[in-house]
């Protein structure tokens, strides 16, 4: 897909569809996988290098699974959420080697997955771990949000570190229910690359 698209009413995604996306797309509402498919399909969502998928607006659900639907939504491009200061949940395993941030709210990403490239909030804004099992594969960096906890590792959601994280920002580790963990393996390296970088104990 190229050029722009606008998603404001709920959208289905059925049939084991693959979307591929070069251009800009716009959403404030909610995406289903598999809502009227058979089960146990699978959909894929690529967000190209120049791809944009920004969330505009709060209180939703993105790539919400029915009838054992597995969706993966492989990120090179930019994933991100700009308006509202409410919450967008994200339910999709990702797969990043773009950037991932928000600038407004909190985008919480529940699925998992593997991380590399840059990730967290920026202006105030939030990026989630919130759920799910994320590993570092390659070089993540973490956005340096100022004084404000812009990466969060929450709810019993996992993070090993098996490449190399360079955190600018600040990370707040524990927070919400479960005991969330961050695990660094051998060889992997946890780097503070800014004066105010920093983990912050969230409880």
Known sequence: ????????TAAYIDGGLTWTNSG??????????????????????FNQTLGIFDFTADGFYAFQSYHGAIT????????????GTGTVTFEAILHNTGEVTA???MLALFGGGTVSGTIGGTGGGVVQFGGGSFITTGTVIILDASSFN???LINGATWTDSGVTNDSGHFLL???TGISTLAIS???SFNFTADDGGIVNGG
């Open 1 to 8: 897909m190229t050029g722009a698209t606008t998603i404001n």
């Open 24 to 45: 800009t797309v716009l959403d404030s509402t909610y995406i289903y996988d598999g809502f009227y498919s058979a089960s146990n399909l699978s959909f894929g969502f």
């Open 72 to 83: 993966t939504f492989t990120n090179a491009g930019l994933l991100e959420k700009t308006a």
């Open 103 to 105: 600038t407004s709210g």
């Open 150 to 152: 812009g990466l969060s």
């Open 174 to 176: 524990g927070n919400g």
């Open 186 to 188: 051998g060889g992997a």
